[in-house]
C-alpha cells in the first residue's frame, strides 16, 4: 500500500481519507435512523432522496438499462435490504461495518465465476485470508447466546454479496461518467422496497414512525438519514468517484479500508459497543485479505521509459454503505 500511495497528491490523499472517515460515521448514522424507523423502509426513503431530484435533474448514464437494474438492485435493494435487517436484528455497529467488506472477495469470486476472469495467486490468497477472518467471526458467534447472534452476521454477509452483484453490473455497464450512474442506480430500490415495507411492516408501524418525528429519537433519526444520503451518499461518492477517475484504482481503494477502523471506533466513542478481541483480530486478518486481494500487479517500465498501465485492481468502490 505504501509503495503505491505516493503517487497520489498530498490533497487528494487528504480527500480519500475524508471519505473514509465519512463512510465509517455512516454506520453510526444508520443505527440512529434504524431507531426511529422500520428497516425496509428506511432503505426506500434512503433512495428515494436522491432518486427524485436525479430524475428531474440528472442526465441519463448513457449505459444499457440492464446493468442500471442490475447495479441498483444489488448494491442498492439486496445490500441495504440484509444490512439494515441485520443492525435492526442485533447486529453490532462497527462489526457491520466490517463485515460488509466481504463485498471484496465475493467481487473478486463471482467475477470468476460469472465473468470467466483469471484469479491470480495474490487474489486467491487474499480471498482466502478474508474468508477465514469473516469465518472467525462467524464462528465466534455462533458461540454467543446459544448461537442467537450468529444470524445478524450471516445477513450481514449477504448484504456484502448483494454489493458483490452490483458491482460486478457497474464493471459491465463500463459507464463514461460513474457518478450519473451511481446516481441513477438510486431509482430502482424505493419503489421495492416500499412494496416490501408495506407488506411486512405494515402501514400501522410505518405511520407510527412519522408520528414522533419531534422528538430526540425523531430529530436524531433525521440528522442520520440526512448525513447518509448527502455526506456519505452524495459528497462521498461524488469525491471518491472523482479521485477513481484520476488515479488507477489500486492507489486509491486500499483507503476503503479505513472504513471499518472509523466505523468501529466511532460505534466505541458514540454509541459505547466493545469489540471482542477475538472479533478485532478476525477482523484485521478481513483487512489483510482485501488488502493483499485488490492490491494491483506490479508494471514495469516500457521501453520508452513510461511507465505500463493496465487493468486497475479488481475490487474497487464506487459508493458505501
Same mark, same amino acid.
Given at each position: 500500500?505504501?509503495?503505491?500511495?505516493?503517487?497520489?497528491? /498530498?490533497?487528494?490523499?487528504?480527500?480519500?481519507?475524508?471519505?473514509?472517515?465519512?463512510?465509517?460515521?455512516?454506520? /453510526?448514522?444508520?443505527?440512529?435512523?434504524?431507531?426511529?424507523?422500520?428497516?425496509?423502509?428506511?432503505?426506500?426513503?434512503?433512495?428515494?432522496?436522491?432518486?427524485?431530484?436525479?430524475?428531474?435533474?440528472?442526465?441519463?448514464?448513457?449505459?444499457?438499462?440492464?446493468?442500471?437494474?442490475?447495479?441498483?438492485?444489488?448494491?442498492?435493494?439486496?445490500?441495504?435490504?440484509?444490512?439494515?435487517?441485520?443492525?435492526? @436484528?442485533?447486529?453490532?455497529?462497527?462489526?457491520?461495518?466490517?463485515?460488509?467488506?466481504?463485498?471484496?472477495?465475493? @467481487?473478486? =469470486?463471482?467475477?470468476?465465476?460469472?465473468?470467466? $476472469?483469471?484469479?491470480?495467486?495474490?487474489? #486467491? =490468497? *487474499?480471498?482466502?485470508?478474508?474468508?477465514?477472518?469473516?469465518?472467525?467471526?462467524?464462528?465466534?458467534?455462533?458461540?454467543? #447466546?446459544? *448461537?442467537?447472534?450468529?444470524?445478524?452476521?450471516?445477513?450481514?454477509?449477504?448484504?456484502?454479496?448483494?454489493?458483490?452483484?452490483?458491482?460486478?453490473?457497474?464493471?459491465?455497464?463500463?459507464?463514461?461518467?460513474?457518478?450519473?450512474?451511481?446516481?441513477?442506480?438510486?431509482?430502482? /430500490?424505493?419503489?421495492?422496497?416500499?412494496?416490501?415495507?408495506?407488506?411486512? $411492516?405494515?402501514?400501522?408501524?410505518?405511520?407510527?414512525?412519522?408520528?414522533?418525528?419531534?422528538?430526540?429519537?425523531? =430529530?436524531?433519526?433525521?440528522?442520520?438519514?440526512?448525513?447518509?444520503?448527502?455526506?456519505?451518499?452524495?459528497?462521498?461518492?461524488?469525491?471518491?468517484?472523482?479521485?477513481?477517475?484520476?488515479?488507477?484504482?489500486?492507489?486509491?481503494?486500499?483507503?476503503?479500508?479505513?472504513?471499518?477502523?472509523?466505523?468501529?471506533?466511532?460505534?466505541?466513542?458514540?454509541?459505547? $459497543?466493545?469489540?471482542?478481541?477475538? $472479533?478485532?483480530?478476525?477482523?484485521?486478518?478481513?483487512?489483510?485479505?482485501?488488502?493483499?486481494?485488490?492490491?494491483?500487479?506490479?508494471?514495469?517500465?516500457?521501453?520508452?521509459?513510461?511507465?505500463? @498501465?493496465?487493468?486497475?485492481?479488481?475490487?474497487?468502490?464506487?459508493?458505501?454503505?
Amino acid at each position: 500500500m505504501a509503495g503505491t500511495l505516493g503517487t497520489v497528491p /498530498p490533497r487528494d490523499r487528504l480527500l480519500a481519507l475524508l471519505v473514509a472517515v465519512v463512510w465509517g460515521l455512516n454506520f /453510526p448514522a444508520i443505527h440512529l435512523s434504524l431507531e426511529q424507523f422500520p428497516p425496509f423502509l428506511l432503505v426506500a426513503l434512503r433512495f428515494a432522496l436522491v432518486a427524485v431530484p436525479t430524475v428531474l435533474l440528472v442526465p441519463l448514464p448513457g449505459v444499457p438499462w440492464r446493468w442500471v437494474v442490475g447495479y441498483g438492485a444489488g448494491f442498492g435493494v439486496l445490500q441495504f435490504l440484509f444490512l439494515y435487517v441485520a443492525m435492526d @436484528t442485533g447486529m453490532p455497529t462497527g462489526l457491520a461495518s466490517l463485515v460488509l467488506q466481504s463485498s471484496a472477495p465475493f @467481487t473478486v =469470486v463471482l467475477a470468476g465465476l460469472l465473468l470467466h $476472469e483469471r484469479l491470480t495467486g495474490r487474489q #486467491a =490468497v *487474499g480471498v482466502a485470508l478474508a474468508v477465514a477472518g469473516l469465518a472467525g467471526i462467524a464462528v465466534h458467534r455462533a458461540g454467543l #447466546a446459544g *448461537g442467537t447472534t450468529l444470524l445478524p452476521v450471516l445477513l450481514t454477509l449477504c448484504g456484502g454479496l448483494g454489493w458483490a452483484l452490483g458491482n460486478l453490473c457497474n464493471r459491465q455497464a463500463r459507464p463514461a461518467r460513474p457518478f450519473r450512474l451511481v446516481l441513477w442506480m438510486t431509482v430502482v /430500490p424505493p419503489l421495492p422496497m416500499l412494496a416490501v415495507s408495506l407488506a411486512t $411492516e405494515g402501514p400501522a408501524r410505518i405511520g407510527a414512525s412519522f408520528t414522533t418525528l419531534d422528538s430526540r429519537q425523531g =430529530v436524531l433519526a433525521l440528522a442520520g438519514l440526512a448525513f447518509t444520503v448527502v455526506v456519505a451518499t452524495l459528497l462521498g461518492s461524488g469525491i471518491w468517484t472523482a479521485l477513481m477517475s484520476r488515479h488507477p484504482s489500486g492507489t486509491v481503494a486500499p483507503f476503503s479500508m479505513l472504513v471499518p477502523v472509523v466505523g468501529m471506533g466511532s460505534s466505541w466513542l458514540l454509541l459505547g $459497543e466493545r469489540t471482542p478481541l477475538v $472479533e478485532l483480530t478476525c477482523g484485521a486478518l478481513v483487512v489483510t485479505g482485501v488488502l493483499v486481494g485488490s492490491r494491483p500487479p506490479r508494471r514495469y517500465p516500457s521501453a520508452t521509459g513510461d511507465p505500463v @498501465t493496465g487493468d486497475p485492481a479488481a475490487v474497487t468502490r464506487t459508493a458505501s454503505a
